[in-house]
């Protein structure tokens, strides 16, 4: 990794997860406010392995680490739990690693962990997902939302435990309500077609908690 990714690009998600039957319909987005187009679905097969210290320090300060190959952010990731959504920093792939091995985090990504928690760090699990994504437009094509349908597939390595289940997201984009009432609104729209779905709220706030049984 080159100066220029030392600090890492930041970004804010804010969205919404939810728990579906594996025969689940999708619901129909256009019906979302502002949304005026449902984009062609876009394939992605994930892979993730998720690092933490021997006393998970990262779990206590909610903080995830993850190395990901697939999709258009693959890289390395730091993921903080905040009151307005989820901060994460990304950094590009290093690209001679094997993708097979444990992974090394990086000396760049060790650095923005200072006083979080400190290495060794060891792969706490891993989760492949086959992801489908959708970009959901407004009338001048800007992206209002991203949802994604999610069939996933983890693997707790410290106890050795697997398992699998079907999820949708749905994250705000740019063009999202930028108020917070539109945004509740937006939300609440969501909540009601994934009911109709037979969807519901998910039980567990990521993929990683859900994979340690949390």
Known sequence: MGAEHEAGARSLEIERKYDVDAEAALPDWAALPGVARVGAPEERALDARYLDTADAALARAATALRRRTGGPDEGWHIKQATREGKLETHWPLDEAADPEADPLVPAEVVAALAGVAEPPFAVIARIRNARVAY???????????????????????????????????????????????????????????????????????SKLGRALGA
């Open 135 to 205: 970009a959901l437009q407004d009338a001048a094509g800007a992206l209002v939302a991203e949802f994604v349908d999610d069939h996933v597939t983890a693997t707790d390595v410290r106890r050795g435990a697997s398992s699998t289940w079907r999820e949708w997201e749905l994250e705000l984009g740019p063009a999202a309500p930028a108020d917070a009432r539109g945004r509740a609104a937006l939300f609440a729209a969501a909540d009601a077609l994934v009911a109709a779905a037979g969807g519901r709220p998910a039980a567990s706030a």
